[in-house]
């Protein structure tokens, strides 16, 4: 069972309090764009086996949407943070490097 | 004025844990600023009680005000009084970015109460109910329906959910309290 803190409420949720959003730190691509970026945009999500950036909502709790730091293969999770940010915060990213010195980063 | 009557008229089940529809309650939503000193006046005016923190629930001379989210609160009053406590409180936020609802009529109240009442609710929510205490107040769910839950007191636990989900609220609490279903 995958079990997130959420920011707001400070509470240890699992899986079935929550509801999953997909891909965290999409770019907008709206009128204007090509039609390659556009479809990036609706269609093209990272599926990582490994470390994934995603978009949470405590849905039957405080019903805010957040963003969660987790390992797909291991479920291990990183951190949770607050979602009004483009980009994890500091501490996230230093959380995930110290566990895989490896990783190339987040985009 | 027609007759106001409760989900469930006051339903009761005598199990573990006794299971009581609690009757008319006023519920009042309140969003907006928790950090502004209009709302905490607002709260304070409405039930005597502080502004709770994140998680928690605080209680006053004419109700309690429930931490729902960091920018909604529940208040809990007197279920007649309920409609002047609205028009207060929107009167005295006119000029804030905040919004006060009466949602008594939409919404159930349950009181569990025995010394296990942690363990009944615990059958039904995936929240870690043995962490509660008197004070603090969890969203979360039971079985399939959205719910919140405090304490009274030790072996008291208020729970709130929607009006249209009542019954389902009831039968599977007074479920949960059958005698012969004691887990420890
Ligand atoms: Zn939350």
């Known amino acids: ?63 805010k949407w957040f963003h969660a730091a987790r390992n797909t293969m291991t479920l291990e999770v990183y951190g949770t943070y607050s979602a009004q940010t483009y980009e994890p915060p500091k501490a996230i990213i230093n959380a995930v490097k110290k566990k895989h010195p490896e990783w190339e980063g987040w985009t | 004025m027609s007759n106001a009557v409760s989900a469930l008229q006051g339903a009761s089940f ?35 009680a502080d502004i709770p923190g994140q998680g928690e629930i605080t209680e006053g001379v004419k109700g309690r005000a ?37 949602v008594s009529d939409a919404r159930a109240v349950f009181r569990v109460t025995g ?15 043995s962490v509660m205490q008197p004070g603090m107040l969890r969203r979360t769910r039971i079985a399939q329906i959205p719910a919140a839950f405090y304490l009274e007191d030790d072996e008291t636990a208020v729970l709130v959910c929607f009006r249209s989900v009542a019954q389902y609220a009831f039968d599977i609490l007074s479920d949960a309290a059958k005698r012969g279903g004691e887990v420890v």
């Open chain 1, 1 to 63: 069972m995958l079990i997130l803190e959420c920011p707001y409420c400070g509470v240890m949720a699992d899986e079935t309090d929550l509801h999953g959003g997909g891909e965290a730190h999409l770019k907008r691509f709206g009128p204007g764009s090509s039609d390659d970026e556009f479809e990036t945009y609706l269609f093209h999500r990272k599926n990582p086996k490994g470390i994934h950036f995603e978009r949470w909502r405590h849905v039957s709790g405080c019903g």
């Open chain 2, 14 to 48: 005598d199990g573990y844990c006794k299971v009581d529809e609690a009757g008319l309650v006023g519920m009042i939503t309140l969003r907006g600023d928790l950090s502004s000193a209009a709302v905490a006046k607002a709260v304070k005016t409405a039930t005597g």
């Open chain 2, 66 to 102: 429930g931490w729902m989210s960091p920018d909604e609160l529940l208040l809990i009053v007197d279920h007649a009084e309920a409609p002047n406590v609205v028009d207060a409180a929107s009167k005295a936020l006119a000029n804030e970015h905040a919004l006060v609802v009466n």
């Open chain 2, 115 to 129: 010394a296990a009442c942690r363990e009944v609710i615990a059958k039904l929510t995936p929240a870690d109910t």
